[in-house]
């Protein structure tokens, strides 16, 4: 246990300092996304730009296609999350307020809807790379990136069940990767579930919070 801790450290530390960047870069997206905090769409842009670039130079061209797509997806999460102002007018008083983009929750089917449509998207896409291309693990490997696209969506919209999916994907991809032997990625992925796990727990509790002030607005009102 000993050694492979050794292991795992001696390769992050011997990572070239881009690369690192890389790395650091998208655990700060993630910590900072189960926050709620609008920054991580800039560590996401710094990680998927790097990543891009990485994985272009050494042929992995569908992976650098997927990174473009993150990276798009970080500006588009950066506008949906950014701060809105808009002015509220009552009986009473006029004053501008800021609002921000609340979490929500989609009903489960809706959820089962959606799985059983990107299940279907996976299987034909695994078909077609398990057929033509040598690729390992083509099913599971097709399922994490088809579901890894719509739960970025997910996370742009700050609807709370995106955590459930990263949840999957990532303990799907630490299979994956253990057997591929790529250890060093098996600890980063580990750290990436404990944080998905982390991120549900605190946006369950806002989510919570939320619902309760608003029921107490309209009981108010109603009064």
Not at 26 to 36: D, F, I, N, R, S
Not at 70 to 78: E, N, Q, S
Not at 100 to 112: A, C
């Given at each position: 246990?000993?050694?492979?801790l050794?292991k795992?450290?001696?390769?992050f ?9 890389a ?7 993630v ?6 905090n ?29 990174q ?19 002015t509220?007018?009552?009986?009473f ?32 896409i695994?078909w ?10 083509p099913?599971?490997?097709?399922a ?22 990263w ?12 057997e591929k032997?790529l ?11 404990i ?13 919570q919070?939320?619902n309760?002030?608003?029921?107490s607005?309209i009981?108010s009102?109603?009064?």
């Amino acid at each position: 246990m000993t050694e492979l801790l050794q292991k795992n450290f001696n390769y992050f530390a011997g990572l070239p300092l881009w690369e690192l960047l890389a790395v650091v870069s998208a655990l700060c997206y993630v910590v900072l996304a189960a926050k709620e905090n609008i920054w991580c769409w800039p560590a996401a842009l710094v990680s998927t730009l790097i990543y891009s670039v990485i994985f272009y130079d050494v042929y992995l061209w569908m992976d650098a296609l997927l990174q473009v797509y993150y990276l798009v997806m970080a500006i588009f999460g950066w506008y949906c999350w950014r701060k809105i102002s808009s002015t509220v007018t009552n009986t009473f008083d006029s004053n501008v307020h800021t609002s921000t983009l609340e979490i929500q929750s989609w009903p489960l089917i809706i959820h089962t809807k959606i799985i059983i449509l990107l299940t279907a998207c996976s299987l034909v896409i695994g078909w077609l790379m398990d057929n033509y291309t040598p690729t390992d693990f083509p099913y599971l490997d097709s399922a994490t990136t088809v579901f890894a696209v719509f739960a970025t969506y997910l996370v742009t919209k700050k609807v709370l069940e995106n955590w459930l999916y990263w949840i999957v994907i990532d303990f799907v991809s630490i299979y994956l990767y253990i057997e591929k032997g790529l250890q060093p990625t098996v600890v980063l992925f580990s750290l990436y579930v404990i944080i998905a796990i982390a991120g549900y727990v605190i946006w369950y509790g806002k989510y919570q919070k939320n619902n309760h002030q608003s029921n107490s607005n309209i009981t108010s009102a109603a009064e």
